[in-house]
């Protein structure tokens, strides 16, 4: 199943997309009423695989009503084209990231390739969704990258667990573009700067259950700008699997339903060109992220507004 945050006037709704269109589950309530159906993805990824099954059964309900009502939706049913999303995870607890895990990324950036992996964070100020434009903070940085990346996302309560039960722990995957400002991030052996301005995480559109995806690591995953491919891999070949991320992660830490892991980026990256070669991101720029079954995360990039004058 196929989850999306529907933004409707600033408030994020839960959404299922079907063939028909995206179900938004609180409008739907007006059609079929049923208070067992959480209306919050937060509330679906804790409640797992079983919460999951419920949701989607109730949405293929409300489309049979609609259809027997003669059409008549009343808004529970949305086009996609014409929904403005939110980022498909919304409030995650906590946003892990690791570094340098593709081979060829860490060979173009002449790193060398990790021994364990390298862990940092991001915060929920750099959440964003697809379609949604991402100001370009160029009061700070001039040298904002793309990153294309799979994200984990956490079902089930994981500590000590090894990586051979890792992904059984996974409520589902999406796609993110885990944006980069290198200036910042190099200057201090911290990257945590340099990747945490707002708006710098889009993740979606969707997020796509456990069920639909049964091997992570065998995902095509490609980032397109302005059309022009720049980034095209496969999530085979991370140094590190998402089932030896998990376990990894969980060995230090509790990992709790709703948290997310964003496991790093394949070749292709601004910063992995000679220094001559390299054009970051400007203002106008469009950078699609496509993860084969995950769907595909557009933005397009604009320049920052000015601060408003203060006076007295």
């Known amino acids: 199943m196929k989850l999306v945050t529907i933004d409707k006037d600033g408030q994020f709704r839960l959404g299922v997309k079907l063939e028909e269109g995206l179900v938004d589950i609180q409008a739907a309530q007006a059609i079929l009423s049923d208070s067992n159906i959480p209306v919050d993805v937060m509330q679906i990824i804790a409640g797992g695989a079983e919460a999951a099954a419920?949701?989607?059964?109730?949405?293929?309900?409300?489309?049979?009503?609609?259809?027997?009502?003669?059409?008549?939706?009343?808004?529970?049913?949305?086009?996609?084209?014409?929904?403005?999303?939110?980022?498909?995870?919304?409030?995650?607890?906590?946003?892990?990231c690791v570094g340098l895990n593709y081979r060829?990324?860490?060979?173009?950036?002449?790193?060398?390739?990790?021994?364990?992996?390298?862990?940092?964070?991001?915060?929920?100020?750099?959440?964003?969704?697809?379609?949604?434009?991402?100001?370009?903070?160029?009061?700070?940085?001039?040298?904002?990258?793309?990153?294309?990346?799979?994200?984990?996302?956490i079902g089930k309560t994981a500590k000590y667990i090894g990586a051979e039960e890792a992904l059984r722990h996974v409520f589902g995957y999406c796609a993110v573009n885990d944006l980069s400002a290198?200036?910042?991030?190099?200057?201090?052996?911290?990257?945590?700067?340099?990747?945490?301005c707002d708006d710098f995480s889009p993740l979606g559109p969707y997020l796509v259950t456990a069920d639909e995806v049964p091997d992570p690591n065998g995902l095509s995953?490609?980032?397109?700008?302005?059309?022009?491919?720049?980034?095209?891999?496969?999530?085979?070949?991370?140094?590190?699997?998402?089932?030896?991320?998990?376990?990894?992660?969980?060995?230090?830490?509790?990992l709790s339903?709703?948290?997310?892991?964003?496991?790093g980026t394949p070749e292709g990256v601004v910063l992995g060109l000679p220094e001559e070669r390299r054009v970051y991101l400007k203002p106008g720029d469009?950078?699609?992220?496509?993860?084969?079954?995950?769907?595909?995360?557009?933005?397009?990039?604009?320049?920052e507004p000015q601060p408003m004058e203060i006076t007295n």
């Open 182 to 196: 290198r200036d910042l991030q190099m200057r201090t052996a911290q990257w945590l700067l340099g990747k945490s």
């Open 286 to 303: 469009t950078v699609t992220i496509e993860i084969e079954g995950l769907g595909r995360l557009t933005n397009r990039f604009v320049s």
């Open 54 to 96: 419920l949701l989607e059964a109730y949405a293929k309900r409300v489309v049979q009503a609609a259809q027997l009502s003669g059409g008549a939706a009343g808004g529970a049913i949305i086009a996609e084209e014409a929904a403005r999303l939110g980022p498909c995870v919304t409030r995650p607890g906590k946003m892990i």
């Open 221 to 254: 995953i490609r980032c397109e700008v302005n059309g022009e491919v720049r980034q095209r891999s496969n999530t085979s070949d991370m140094i590190f699997s998402c089932a030896e991320i998990v376990s990894y992660i969980s060995q230090h830490m509790t």
């Open 104 to 153: 060829q990324h860490a060979v173009e950036t002449h790193a060398p390739i990790p021994e364990y992996p390298i862990l940092f964070n991001k915060f929920n100020n750099t959440l964003t969704g697809h379609n949604r434009d991402i100001a370009l903070p160029e009061r700070v940085t001039s040298q904002v990258d793309y990153e294309a990346e799979l994200v984990i996302v």
């Open 257 to 263: 339903p709703g948290d997310i892991i964003l496991t």
